[in-house]
């Protein structure tokens, strides 16, 4: 009786992997149950053991003999088909609003208007400098990614002593000039742009606009807005450019 019980488990289990064959439709998976099936089909069809030699069945509570029936193929199949979830990639958005000055041996760029950046640390700021060119990428600035790119600026700089850092929510960027020299413009297009206006005669009344009318009035702008730190660092970033100009 015990081996008729049997027999209908192992049944029972071949035509359960059956089943899951019928709906498989990845071929790894396919593969391993027809694995699977043959396995089980040569332990149903073979002799379990001879009367008087040992038998790896159990007694039951009741008296019966139970033979214990383990899927390790199913299991395994679970295990491998498992659908691993990918990280989420975030948003990159391009920087467009920022403010610069300059001294004599600096070049410096703020960038203060994106929301988050007070959470930002220096950790999240990846650069990459080069004699004409410079990138600045912030990670993790209020679930996105920024990326400010210049190629074209208007005098050349020494990269391995160029910079960014955080400071008091506000990212600013150090440009070490190659040449003790004033920069007219930021980059060499906006100079293509001034060179083919200045070829147009411009209305009369007109002002041209300061270079650095920008910067002073974001300056402005976050001194009003900002706390009693902000308004520091603001102070002394001002005194300390306008003693290297007087210098």
């Given at each position: ?13 071949i035509?359960?992997?059956?089943h ?5 439709k990845h071929p ?6 027809e694995a ?15 009367n ?13 003999k139970s033979?214990?029936?383990n ?9 491998q ?19 610069w000055?300059q001294?004599?041996?600096y070049?410096?760029l ?7 950046l007070?959470?930002l ?6 650069t990459?400098?080069?004699?004409r ?18 190629n074209?600026?208007f005098?050349?700089i ?16 150090s440009?070490?000039k ?12 906006e100079?293509?742009?001034?060179d083919?206006?200045?070829?147009k ?7 041209e606009?300061?270079?650095g009318?920008?910067?002073?009035s ?14 520091r ?9 306008q003693?290297?100009r007087?210098?």
């Amino acid at each position: 009786m015990a081996e008729k019980q049997s027999s209908t488990i192992d049944q029972e289990y071949i035509d359960e992997l059956s089943h899951l064959l019928s709906l498989a439709k990845h071929p790894r998976t396919t593969t391993l149950l027809e694995a699977a099936i043959k396995d089980a089909q040569s332990d149903h069809v073979e002799t379990p053991f001879d009367n008087g030699s040992a038998s790896p069945t159990s007694e039951g509570k009741a008296g019966v003999k139970s033979t214990e029936v383990n899927p390790p193929a199913a299991v395994q199949i679970a295990a491998q088909t498992k659908r691993v979830p990918q990280a989420k990639t975030k948003y990159t958005a391009k920087i467009t609003e920022y403010g610069w000055d300059q001294s004599d041996n600096y070049v410096k760029l703020y960038i203060s208007s994106l929301k988050g950046l007070d959470k930002l640390t220096q950790g999240g700021v990846h650069t990459s400098f080069e004699e004409r060119s410079m990138e600045v990428d912030l990670e993790g600035v209020n679930g996105k990614n920024y990326s400010l790119v210049i190629n074209d600026l208007f005098g050349t700089i020494i990269p391995d002593q160029s910079s960014a850092k955080v400071k008091s929510g506000t990212v600013i960027v150090s440009l070490r000039k190659s040449k003790k020299d004033r920069w007219q413009f930021l980059t060499q297009r906006e100079k293509k742009l001034k060179d083919a206006k200045d070829k147009k005669p411009s209305p009369k009344g007109i002002k041209e606009e300061d270079p650095g009318a920008g910067l002073m009035s974001m300056m402005k702008q976050m001194y009003q807005d900002g706390d009693d730190e902000m308004k520091r660092t603001i102070a002394k970033s001002w005194h300390e450019s306008q003693q290297n100009r007087i210098a």
